[in-house]
Structures are given as C-alpha cells and as structure tokens.
C-alpha cells in the first residue's frame, strides 16, 4: 500500500498557480528527493504534502485516507514535519527541545527518555543534550530539529505508518554533517519510514535517495530513479546551466559537475 | 561544568522552595506591618477569631486581611497573563498592555469618573465592584475582543496583526483619555491619575472572592495549556505538526488574558510590571518550560504585589503611595541585575 500520494496536486496562490498537476506515491521505507531551482514551487509542494496548504485541486492520501480527514493528534503521532525556519529565542535546553517532540504521545517519561537519545544520537547532538539551544550554531541547531521531528515518529505507535517531511535539512550544514545527517535520514527510512525532502544538492539527493522529483515552474519534468532524473540533459534545461555528470568512482550513483 | 538541564531542575526545586517561604513570610509582613503598628500576638489572636480591645480586631480582619489576599490573588493572576501572553507572541518582553487591555480599560474608567459624578453615587456599588472598576472591565474587555476580532482572518490570527492592532488601540485609548482629562475637572483628574498609578486601598471580600475564583479559574487551566504553550514557543506551523489545535489554544489563551488582566485593572487599577518582568524572571531562573514557569510565576507574583502593597502602606504612613509605582521600583533593578548577570554567564 502507499503510504503517501498525491494526485494531480495544483496550488494556486492569489491565481497564480505556484504547483502545477503533480503526481507523487511514497511506500514505506522509500526516500523521495524533491530537486529544482529556486522558486520551482517545492517548499509550496512540500506544505501541501504536510497540510499546512490545502490543493486547489487534486488530493492528498495518507495511509488510505485523506489527510485533512485526519484528526490532528493522530496524524502527528505518524506524520512528522521539519519545516525550513526554526527560529527558538527561548532558552530551551537541547534536550528539552528534542523532547517536544513526543508532545502528541502518551508513552510515559521513560520511553520518551529513552526515544529522544537515540534520536539526538542518531544526529551526533548527544552531547549537546544540556547546552542551550540559542547557544548552538545554525548546523548544531538545524540537526536538534531533525533530532526533534525524528523523536516524533521514532517507533510505530499504532497502526499507521510513518511518514517524515524534511524542507532543506541539510542547508547550512559541512560537509561531513551533510552524509550523516543524509545517512541517519536514510537509516531512519530503512526502519520502515517514508521521507520526502527537498534539497538542493542533487549529488547528495542522488545518494541517499530511492526517487527523485524534478520540479520547474511548478511541474514535475522528471521522475524516477536518480539513474533516470540525473542526466546531463535533463539537469542542464532544469537549472538552464550546462551541467556534466559522471558516475561516482565508488558507489556509481551520478553526480553532478557544474561547466 | 554542570549542565543547564541539571542546574535548572536543581533551581525548580529551590525556586519553588523560596518562593512558597517569600509567600508566607510577605503574607505575614502584610497583616504584621502598616500604619498602625500591632503586636504579632494580636494578629495572631485576631486571625483565629479572639475578640481583641478597641479596633484591633477590625484593623485585621476588615482591613489588612482582605487587602493583603487580594495583593496576592492580583499579583499571581498578572504574572500568569504575563507568562500566557509571551507565551502566545513568542516574546519574553510581551505585557498584558501590549494587546490594548490597560489601555482599554482605563479609558472605561476614566469615562465612569466623568460621568460617574452623577451615576455613580445613583447607582452606588455593585456588590462591591464600583462603577470606576466595571467601566475598567468593560473597556479592556472590548479592546482585547476589537484587537482580536481584526486579527483574526480566514488564515486563523495573525500574532503579529494582534500586536500591531494592539498598538493602535492603545493609541486610541490615550488620546480618548486625552479627551476625557480635557473635560474633566481637577478632582476628576487627580482621581484618574491616580487611578492610573493602581492602588489595592478599595480591597474588601468582594473583591477577593473575585479574584480568587479567577485565579482558581488560571491555575486549573495551567496543566492543560503549558505543554501546548512549549510547543508553540517553536512557532505555530510547528505546534501543528505535533497535534496541537493552534487555532483553539489562541482563543483560548486571549480569553483568560482578557478575563484575568480585565479583572485585575477593574480591581486594583493598572499595575504595570508585575506581568512582564515576574514571569521573565522565574524564566532565567528555571527556564522557559511552561509547565514550571507559570505555577512559579504565579507565586512570584503573589509576592512582588504582597512586598509592594506593604511597602506602599508602610513608606509614608499614614499617607500611601500608589502600588503601580512601587512594584517599578522594586522590580526594576532586581530585574536590571539578573539581566546583566545571566549575560556575563553566557
């Protein structure tokens, strides 16, 4: 069963239609990248997808249903939502933040305890746990949000499966957080998740993900494997810039090189 | 180095602790001390029910007694406002007034002391809420509900419109008080200062079964608002996404503010401070949990009123100062030196 479709999902914001007629399933497990140049309508995509837009026309499905049907503490008990600003002035422990993220549970101090280390693990923030949170830098502050949303849905907690939605997770990151922040993601996905996510690095999008949406203009030009999608062609007219890709001299994924 | 986390739940437990001996020693300091002096043994003696010679017992009973519960209740219900509304605008400097409430209800007052030369004495009090506070009630209520009703569109309320439209209204009801004081006369204008300035002198236990019901009434919704108030700390879309009913929490939190800031301004005028500076206090103490900060600042309230209220009675006696002005003056470099400390800490 998927877990998450969309059909012929079309935005429009004042007329101006922002998403155009696109098509998405996620199943269980599956890493969906959303690539495209600024502007292409893939954070709009994205918010519709997590229902903070509703479509002009086409639907959203989540687990066999529709998602504005979903009461809103039972889907946040299955649909997590990483969204790209995160400004906190509180003075919030690191930990006290991971910790929000069971707010929509009933599991009791011991599980949740033990939910958000390995969360802030999985994200190298353990040993933030009791720094303040306006404290850190951007990078340390964007991977305790994702230790935060990752808390959310860390274990099934009923029939429902999960679902992770990430806008830019790995902007403002280095190099080396980028692959482990990528590889946590898809580590996560491998224990039954499903992600969606936009980002910008289509090298990286292309690593760590199953599927790849291209966006442009608010369409979707292209979408499948990224063996499929990243093509010297295809990335050249997305971003109207030349572009080479060669294969990866290890894992054989493409990767893009800039002319 | 000791973490945050640790050294806060370690301040809970001493805050909490000096908090509840600063509540029973400032309690104890109001009936104690005031214009007349009485030996702690007939306060004692007056607070069980011993009949006491002349009018001791009275001073107690009908004066000391009621005014101090009622600094008390009006202290705790300001603070908890306070946390509520910086709260809802995601800002540790955000004050009851911010949403036009003071202001709105002093231009209610100020009309009632207009016209409440000849209405007033008709009518008389109202169980002992006089004309002047349910004029301050009304006149906070329509300004929360204007500020609300403006911005509140087909996206749900606008935080930022509230506080902007908060703004005009405050405007408004200044230059309306403007007005008003054009008219009036040097009595009235004398009574509208002072007014202005927040007294607790019109205590009786009318007004403290008021506020106690309405504290009650704060305290009880406390467990259920501050985990959701936490989750909006990190923005609205966020607090969605972990289940929250935003939408709902909003109206809700406008509609205890209103009550709670609308019956403390009709009960003992505006008393600035309390509500902005107590809850940021608790917040550098123990943090920004809301599920400590407001039973916490409601006990901080309780006493920086209770602290203020005697000293108002006590500095100039027999004559009184206005509380408004007492609680800035003891607040502030309190408030002054924390700042100046946690920065050089962090």
């Known amino acids: 069963m998927t877990l998450l479709n969309g059909d012929k999902l079309t935005l429009c914001i004042d007329d101006r239609p922002l998403v155009r007629a696109v098509s998405l399933a996620v199943r269980p497990g599956e890493v969906l990248a959303i690539i495209g140049p600024n502007g292409a309508g893939k954070t709009t995509l994205l918010r519709a997808l997590s229902g903070d837009l509703t479509p002009t026309e086409g639907q959203v499905t989540f687990n066999g249903r529709a998602l504005a049907d979903w009461p809103a503490r039972e889907r946040a008990l299955a649909l997590a939502v990483l969204t790209q600003a995160n400004s906190l002035t509180f003075g919030f422990t690191v930990a006290e933040v991971v910790s929000l993220g069971r707010t929509p549970h009933s599991t009791g101090a011991v599980v949740d305890h033990r939910v958000c280390r390995a969360a802030m693990k999985a994200l190298d923030v353990l040993h933030l746990a009791e720094r303040a949170y306006p404290s850190l830098s951007g990078g340390e502050q964007q991977r305790v949000q994702l230790a935060r949303v990752m808390a959310q849905i860390w274990r099934p907690d009923g029939e429902a499966d999960r679902l992770l939605l990430l806008d830019e997770p790995v902007t403002s990151l280095d190099l080396g957080h980028q692959r482990q922040l990528m590889q946590a993601v898809r580590d996560f996905a491998d224990s039954g998740v499903g992600v969606v996510m936009v980002v910008h690095d289509i090298s990286l999008a292309a690593a760590y993900s199953d599927h790849l949406l291209a966006l442009k203009d608010g369409a979707g030009v292209a979408y499948g494997r990224p063996e499929q999608v990243v093509t010297e062609a295809q990335i050249s007219d997305l971003f109207d810039s030349p572009v080479r890709v060669i294969a990866h001299p290890d894992t054989g994924k493409p990767v893009v090189l800039a002319n | 180095m000791i973490g945050v986390a640790r050294q806060r739940r370690r301040y809970m437990r001493h805050c909490a602790l000096a908090l509840t001996l600063a509540l029973g020693a400032s309690f104890v ?78 231009v209610g007052a100020s009309v009632m002391i207009v016209l409440g030369a000849s209405v007033g004495t008709a009518l008389g009090g109202l169980g002992g809420i006089s004309l002047v506070s349910l004029g301050a009630f009304v006149g906070g209520l329509i300004t929360v509900w204007l500020v609300y009703r403006v911005a509140t569109g087909v996206n749900g309320t606008s935080v930022a419109t509230m506080l902007l439209m908060g703004i005009a209204v405050s405007a408004l009801s200044a230059s ?58 990190l923005g609205e879309s966020q607090a969605r996404h972990l289940g929250i009913d935003v939408e709902r929490l909003k109206t809700r939190l406008i509609v205890l503010v209103a009550a709670g800031v609308g019956t403390a301004v009709a009960l003992s005028g505006s008393i600035a401070f309390v509500g902005l500076v107590v809850p940021h206090m608790i917040r550098l103490w123990v943090g920004p949990d809301h599920r400590r900060l407001l039973p916490l600042s409601a006990l901080g309230g309780a006493v920086l009123l209770l602290l203020a209220d005697t000293f108002a009675r006590t500095a100039l006696a027999p004559a009184e100062l206005p509380v408004g002005l007492v609680t800035a003056l003891l607040g502030a470099p309190f408030f002054i030196h924390l700042l100046r400390r946690r920065r050089d800490v962090s």
Do not use: H, K
């Open chain 2, 29 to 106: 300091g109001a009936l104690l001390f005031g214009s007349v002096r009485l030996p702690p043994g007939d306060v004692l003696r007056a607070l069980v029910g011993i009949e006491l010679p002349g009018y001791r017992g009275e001073i107690i009973a009908a004066i000391r007694l009621p005014r101090a519960l009622l600094a008390a209740c009006v202290g705790a219900i300001l603070a908890i406002c306070g946390a509520f509304l910086q709260g809802l605008f995601r800002n540790p400097l955000a004050d009851p007034s911010l949403i036009g409430v003071t202001a709105g209800a002093s």
């Open chain 2, 176 to 233: 309306a008080t403007g007005l008003l004081e054009y008219f009036a006369d040097n009595e009235m204008l004398r009574r509208m200062s002072l007014w202005r300035m927040g007294g607790l002198d019109g205590a009786s236990y009318p007004r403290v079964w008021l506020a106690g019901c309405l504290l009650v009434v704060l305290l009880l919704a406390v467990p259920a608002l501050g985990r959701a108030l936490n989750t909006l700390l």
